[in-house]
């Protein structure tokens, strides 16, 4: 009898665990993108870009133009990967320095730093994966294999 | 009573903190005693290390000398333009000193690259526009790799070197260093440390009030 007790309310314990897990897995995917993006950001961009996503003066742009990543959203992960070299208007200010390549970054850390990106600073705008991040540089590559 | 103890309290602390405003601030690097004789008596003196002569070009190609910071204190850093590591937050943090002191002609800044190749005064110049700085008050100087690189580990204390094995190809400290009208150096902070920055600003202030 006792027996039985323990294992149904192991049952109803662990039931009622996966079901919040479900629930909230995709909060959690979020969560842990998010967090590890923080990382990846404080390591890699912030020296640049600032603790608050300013940027500085017009040699570094400010991560807080949310119109400009909602529009590049699919270069963005090209950006960080390849660099950039063109000249780019955020918040009004043309930007014509060199971003350097961090090649070295896997996608999934790319994926990371973007959701950290495009939910810091002002902006909201959701999770962005690792297969998003995977298929946008796939893209970007295939589109300068054609350009050669 | 008990009021007037209390106000006596108000009036002993308030002295006590004018009292911190005549903090001067230390004399730093290396001193030698030297003897002299002044009236007949052998008297010690002290002398100080100081920032020798120098001669670099400027962000105007125009050439930058000490004697373009006579009756000046400055502020002295090591940097260079295509750092991606800590010259950012250095250069995020002295726009703060720069706007704090912004036209006053007791007060300079140096900043010196270390890129001798790659920055050149042009470069210097678009840098330095595109932090917003005007005029002259802030001075980005380039000089011979042997000029700057002895002028950072001797006369600053500041190390600098170039390192293939860097990321950017080349690693320094960022110390922001307080000279006098003297050419003594009074201080040194960490540039990448807003705090540290702080400390600098209201140090200065001391300094100035030195000469007053």
């Known amino acids: ?148 | 009573m008990k009021l007037n103890s209390l106000f006596a309290a108000c009036i002993l602390l308030l002295a006590a903190c004018s009292g911190n405003t005549e903090k001067r601030l230390p004399i730093l690097g290396e001193r030698e005693p030297v003897e002299k004789v002044v009236d007949g008596k052998t008297v010690t003196d002290t002398i100080y290390q100081t920032i020798p002569a120098f001669s670099f070009l400027n962000q105007d190609s125009v050439s930058v000398t000490e004697k373009d910071f006579e009756g000046k204190i400055f502020v002295a850093d090591f940097f260079f333009t295509s750092c991606t590591s800590i010259c950012p937050i250095m250069h995020r943090n002295m726009l703060k000193v720069y706007e704090t002191f912004k036209g006053n002609k007791e007060v300079g800044i140096l900043s010196h690259t270390i890129d001798f190749k790659y920055d050149t005064p042009s470069r210097l110049k678009s840098y330095s526009e595109k932090l917003g700085i005007s005029g002259n008050q802030w001075q980005f100087l380039k000089g011979s790799k042997d000029s700057v690189y002895t002028l950072a580990e001797k006369s600053y204390l500041v190390a600098v070197s170039e390192d293939k094995a860097a990321k950017d190809g080349f690693v320094h400290q960022g110390w922001f260093i307080l000279v006098d009208k003297d050419k003594r150096l009074r201080g040194a902070y960490d540039g990448t440390k807003p705090e540290d920055v702080d400390k600098l600003i209201s140090e200065m202030n001391i300094l100035l009030e030195e000469y007053k």
């Open chain 1, 1 to 148: 009898m006792r027996n039985r007790i323990i294992v149904l309310g192991f049952i109803l314990f662990s039931g009622a665990f996966i079901m919040e897990a479900c629930q909230s897995e995709q909060e959690l995917n979020y969560a842990r993108y998010y967090m590890n993006g923080k990382q990846v950001y404080e390591q890699h961009c912030q020296n640049c870009h600032g603790t608050d996503g300013r940027g500085l003066a017009k040699l570094y742009p400010a991560l807080t133009d949310t119109l400009y990543l909602k529009n590049n959203k699919s270069q963005l992960a090209c950006f960080i990967k390849n660099g950039l070299n063109d000249t780019i208007t955020v918040n009004n200010i043309e930007f014509s320095g060199q971003m350097p390549a961090e090649s070295h970054l896997p996608d999934i850390d790319i994926a990371a730093v973007i959701t950290y990106i495009t939910n810091s600073f002002g902006n909201k705008q959701g999770l962005y994966d690792v297969a998003k991040a995977g298929a946008d540089i796939k893209a970007c590559q295939d589109l300068n294999d054609d350009k050669q």
